[in-house]
C-alpha cells in the first residue's frame, strides 16, 4: 500500500490524483489516525491472515467483488456512491485478493484527503467513524476479503451535520492523536 495526499483536482476518480511532485504520508500519519494496514503474500496469506484476524477480533468474512462484469448496469452507481464521503459503526477491513484501486481518508488535523492506493496483498482497517471513501481504480476490478467483528454488514453513514455528531464520529476524534 501506498499513502499520499490527494490533489483534490476535479476528474475521474479512478484516477491516481497525485501531485507532482508526490507528497508521501508516513505511517506516523497514519497511526495518529488509527488506520492499519498489512501487506502479506498475496499467494500464501491464510495462515498470516487468520492470525491477524485472531488479534484484531474478526470473527466473520465474505468476499466483494467490485467489477462491470459482476455489477452490470449498476456498477457506475455503485462505485460513485462508495465514493461519496462517509463513515460506518464498524470497521472497514479489507484484505485485496486481486485488482487494485483507492481508500481515501480525511486527514482531521488539515481536512485534507489521504489516499491509500492498494493492490493484492494489502489489508486495510479504517476505524469507525473516520471520514473515508472508495473507489477501484481505472482497471476497474477489486475482489476482496471484507472481514467483521461481528455478522457481515454495512451501514453507510454519508457526510452531514448529523455524521459529524454521530456518536461513532465523536469517539473517533475523542480516540486520535492528530
Known sequence: ??????????????LAHDFVP???VSKEVLDALNVKSWSLPADAYEAELDAIAK???????????VSKDALGSAYDGKIKSMFDEH???????????????????????????IRLAFGPGDL????????????PDEDNNIEALRLFRDEPKWNRFVRSKETDANPHRIAYLKGISA
Do not use: K
Open 1 to 14: 500500500m501506498r499513502a499520499y495526499y490527494f490533489d483534490d483536482l476535479p476528474g475521474d476518480q479512478r
Open 22 to 24: 508526490s507528497r508521501p
Open 55 to 65: 488479534e484484531q477480533g474478526y470473527t466473520n468474512r465474505d468476499v466483494m467483488t
Open 87 to 113: 463513515i460506518h459503526d464498524e470497521e472497514e477491513a479489507r484484505f485485496i485478493l486481486s485488482g487494485s484501486g483507492f481508500y481515501d481518508i480525511r486527514e482531521t488535523s488539515s481536512d485534507q484527503w
Open 124 to 135: 486495510i482497517s479504517l476505524p469507525i467513524g473516520s471520514y473515508h471513501r472508495f473507489t
